[in-house]
């Protein structure tokens, strides 16, 4: 039994039951039966259909987005962005799929040489809660273009979410089968695995869970992408646009009430700067709005969970006894937890060293570019990293010295459709989005024709 929890409020939403093995073989059976006709679809056709998804999105924005708000918890304008952004990724792969996927011919001394992008099979999607239609949107958009069908294994506490998901595919005319929604615990997720229908596992979690899957599509030989967890730094140097530089770590740390992977987490800044940049910092969050998620000026809403708030609450106050200074902040009452501001943070603190997964920003300070760069890497996480700086040559300088899987230069880390999304080290491995991502799941097949 699961059940949807408005984190605001405390209400209970609905009631889930997962559905049974019997049930589940039965979907799994449907997916695979699915895919021997979507295969064979024309890309062109697919892309009808992909299209028509998008334009739900829009028309139906302020429906989902407050599906979104209430069951997660996120504030409804930036619930409304991510419907937009949802649109915004199947109009991408509609228009530029067919491309993507188009034979590439290569010269040898057959007559005829050429490779071929093929459909894998069924591909299940275990999915988080923290963007419960962005994170499912961006891996069925390239994977169902591709002509795959799709598996969702939803979080639990956005069930809700997942049903109308399924809905919106099938409502698009998708076929049955091609999408769908499992209702399933961790225990059943293995034999979905074990299934040979199914072919491959997209997963993005934490970097416990991806390596437990992972571990599994080991077992039964499954393609993988995992997309885990981060501790983005921003390195702010003393010729950097300082205005824009603290604007932009707000939004990057504080949007999403600070649940994203890809946040800023560690703000690096140079001892000649600390101080003014520090005091522009913290006057713009104590203005943050915080409140009623369903409030159009909320830009800090509550935790999707009250044990996820517990659980930073002891990183920042294990940091604390450990040195840091509390700048601002500090205050949790069940799942709000309040626009949080560490300094002095060192490398040995758990802000430091571990990924904080909601509203706390943790600041320290470098001398040179080579301190920034140390404690830049000195991070088991590699997903991105922001570098402020007006200087080019420096650019180029750390762009090859930074391990990361992103670098954004005088911008905040995001993800598009047209750039290619992923990580290294404990951030997971493979790509989604752009050409990449629809072809982490495609057999890639040479044709050799003398």
């Not at 991806?210 to 010729?239: H, R």
């Not at 790509?431 to 044709?447: A, D, H, Q, W, Y």
Request: aromatic share 8%.
């Amino acid at each position: 039994m699961s059940t949807s929890i408005n984190p605001y409020t405390g209400e209970a939403l609905c009631h889930f039951t997962a559905i049974t093995d019997e049930t589940l073989y039965q979907k799994v059976a449907d997916s695979g039966q699915a895919f021997k006709a979507w295969r064979l679809q024309k890309t062109e056709e697919r892309a009808v259909l992909l299209r028509r998804v998008g334009e739900k999105l829009r028309s139906g924005k302020h429906h989902y987005a407050r599906t979104i708000t209430v069951e997660m918890g996120k504030p409804i304008t930036q619930a409304l962005a991510e419907v937009e952004k949802c649109a915004w990724v199947c109009d991408y792969y509609a228009a530029n799929a067919a491309r993507f996927l188009e034979d590439r011919t290569e010269s040898t001394e057959a007559a005829r040489s050429y490779v071929r992008f093929e459909p894998l099979g069924p591909v299940l999607a275990i999915m988080p809660w923290n963007y419960p239609f962005w994170q499912v949107i961006r891996f069925a958009a390239p994977s169902l273009s591709a002509g795959n069908t799709c598996l969702l294994k939803h979080a639990p506490n956005v069930w809700q979410c997942a049903g109308e998901l399924q809905q919106l595919f099938e409502e698009s005319g998708y076929p049955p089968g091609v999408f769908q929604t499992l209702y399933i615990g961790e225990p059943q997720v293995e034999g979905v695995l074990a299934d040979p229908r199914v072919r491959a596992l997209t997963l993005t979690g934490s970097t416990r869970a991806g390596a437990a899957v992972a571990a599994l599509c080991g077992k039964y030989l499954k393609k993988t992408v995992l997309e885990l967890g981060g501790s983005n730094a921003m390195i702010v140097f003393p010729d950097a646009d300082l205005d824009k530089a603290v604007e932009t770590c707000i939004e990057s740390r504080f949007q999403n009430t600070g649940q994203s992977c890809i946040a800023t987490k560690r703000l690096l800044l140079h001892q000649s700067i600390s101080a003014e940049f520090t005091d522009k910092l913290l006057k713009q969050v104590r203005a943050l709005k915080a409140g009623d998620p369903m409030d159009p000026e909320t830009y800090i809403g509550v935790m999707a969970r009250e044990d996820l708030a517990g659980q930073l609450e002891a990183q920042m106050k294990n940091s604390l006894d450990m040195g840091a200074v509390l700048a601002c902040g500090g205050k949790r009452e069940g799942t709000f937890f309040e626009p949080t501001i560490l300094l002095g943070v060192t490398e040995s603190m758990p802000v430091f060293r571990e990924e904080t997964f909601g509203p706390l920003l943790a600041v320290s300070t470098f001398e040179d570019e080579g301190a920034a760069l140390r404690l830049a890497g000195k991070s088991r996480f590699g997903l991105g990293v922001s570098l402020f700086t007006r200087d080019p040559a420096r650019v180029q300088r750390m762009i090859p010295l930074l391990e990361e899987g992103a670098v954004f230069v005088n911008s905040m880390v995001k993800s598009d459709p047209r750039l290619p999304f992923g990580g290294v080290k404990d951030s997971g491995y493979g790509r989604e989005l752009s050409v990449e991502g629809i072809r982490e799941f495609v057999n890639v097949k040479t044709v050799y024709i003398p």
